[in-house]
């Protein structure tokens, strides 16, 4: 007699690509404030290796006189180099994880947000793991966007603060390759906190019945 | 979908819910035993807090019974698997809401294809069978507004049709025209007896509005968490009499 209960497809990842993609651009705003946190940690860190990096560059090609400014200045090369003390590793490192408990924290809010509307995506036909995918892709956007447009604040402002301080040379002798890895390394950092921040709420959302996501107020 | 009309599409046995909130226990149904046939349509009514959203949510595999059982087309639902039931959800019944429930981010168009993008269908055939259940509602026009831009009767209308996105057996309707005006009310209604009518869908639809009772098949009256009676067509005409 009746037809029996067949079994759900899983949705294609550019389905699940598409759609979360689509979801960001309409909440663009909010993400923004979510990534906040993320933002300003990754440009701390990233002004931080960015002034080392930048020094490292200018340094062979300084005079003395500009040898000396930059010695005056507090900043000092061990074996002729450049980097970053044990100070600025530990302010870094304290300034992530702050950084990480701030975006569990705000990734929990906006997604407590969306309970309703992952209820009614599970009486449409939404697979627990549809959720965690359109989560943790929304996350990875936003961890890579939040990212770049750290980096971008740190790094160009240790270029613009330090051109400031020793004139025209810093930026002819800009270190563009190595300032380039460090954009590349913070935005995956970046990338790797917002996920680590988005598994919870998402294993929360995913495995909520649908009657109990209905239930909660928008 | 399926003719004959006498088959139970849904069947519910001996089904309780008992919600525990700290010390506390709210019994929201304390054993209701119903029967719904194929193409019927079939009012849920009931005083505030008699258990009808609760019972929507059992019908509908949204929530586990804590005991007793529920059959869909003689499926017993507790059996499913996870794949099972989203299957179930998307295919063999469609959900209305009192709060409309669309997809804010997402525009009209986008919410009537989106049950059937979950289904696996193609683009083309999803973008035609979503304008053509627009068109249905008498919403084509507005497909690409979000919901934020649509009057609470259009939403609803909105919603209607994603109901419709998989030609479901069912529609279950918790307080459809809750949140409408008299004449949108009465326009929603009117769409669901077409569609019961037209398509053989069954209706089950949980409400205040006395409306409803008109087009119905069936009422089911429930208070406290019980079935208290169960009235036809036939008798409604004369109890409707007496009582309003
Ligand atoms: N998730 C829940 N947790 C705790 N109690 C609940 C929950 N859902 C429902 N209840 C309780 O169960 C009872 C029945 O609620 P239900 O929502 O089914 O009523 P209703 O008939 O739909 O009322 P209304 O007409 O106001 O929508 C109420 O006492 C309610 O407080
Ligand atoms: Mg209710």
Redesign the pocket.
Known sequence: MAKTIDRQIVLPWRQVIRISFNALRARLFRSMITTSTLVLAVAFLSYTFAVYAVLEGLWPAADVALQDKILATGFTPTDGHFGTTAKDRWLVVLSLLVCTVGIINAQLMAVTERFREIGTLKCLGALDSFVIKLFVLEAAYQGFLGGAAGSVLGVGTAVLTLWARFGFPVISHVPAVSLGVLFVKSSALAVGLSLIGVMYPAWVAARMQPA?AL?SEP | MNGNGTHNVVRLVDVTKV?R?GQEE?H?LRGVTLEIKAGEYMSIM?P???????LFNMIGALDKPTSGRVFIDEVDVAQLDAYELAWLRCRKIGYIFQTFNLIQVMTAIENVTLPMIFAGMGRDEYMDKGMELLKLVGLAERFQHKPAELSGGQQQRVAVARALANDPAIILAD?PTGNLDLTTGEEIISLLKELSQQRGVTIIS?T?DIKMINVSDRVVWIRDGRIDRIEDREKLQVSVGQVF
């Open positions: 109990i239930r | 919600f909130m709210v929201a009931g505030s807090g008699s258990g009808k959203s609760t307080e949980a205040h």
